[in-house]
């Protein structure tokens, strides 16, 4: 690598270990709402906390009930944004107007649209071996550099 390469920004949260195995850990975060400083918060659905459990590589020292620091490189983030929401855009919006081109009934169109995101959506999940060898977490006890 030159020394004009950027260096890949890390995402990191702070989570609990909740379960563990000789392999894997699993990893429970508060996912904060996109919206936390937002003055209408309480009218939006969006600004809403979530739990989520990450699976990640377990290092032999992890236990139960242990405070850790999970991080993931910012690019594999945007991978699952463009995975998750915009392919699947781009796909229904183009199956909706090349089937409305060839279809007078506005809702067959959009019916089919709808219907294509189901063969997607299999086709991402028979593929989540494939992204979990791309994408990486790593986690490290808290208080640890």
């Not at 620091?69 to 392919?87: A, C, K, N, Q, T």
Request: net charge positive; charged share 20%.
């Amino acid at each position: 690598m030159s020394g004009n390469d950027q260096q890949c920004r890390v995402v990191s949260r702070q989570g609990v270990v909740t379960a563990c195995d000789d392999r894997f850990v699993d990893v429970q975060i508060l996912q904060p709402g996109a919206c936390a400083s937002c003055h209408i918060k309480a009218l939006c659905s969006a600004g809403e906390s979530a739990v989520k459990t990450v699976r990640a590589p377990q290092d032999g020292s992890l236990r139960p009930g242990m405070s850790v620091i999970l991080s993931m490189e910012e690019r594999m983030g945007w991978l699952g944004v463009l995975v998750g929401f915009v392919l699947p855009l781009i796909l229904m919006v183009a199956v909706l107007f090349l089937v409305r081109a060839r279809v007078a009934r506005e809702e067959i169109a959009g019916l089919t649209a709808l219907l294509s995101l189901v063969p997607y959506y299999i086709a991402v999940h028979a593929a989540r071996d494939h992204f979990a060898r791309i994408v990486h977490f790593t986690v490290q006890k808290e208080g640890i550099s």
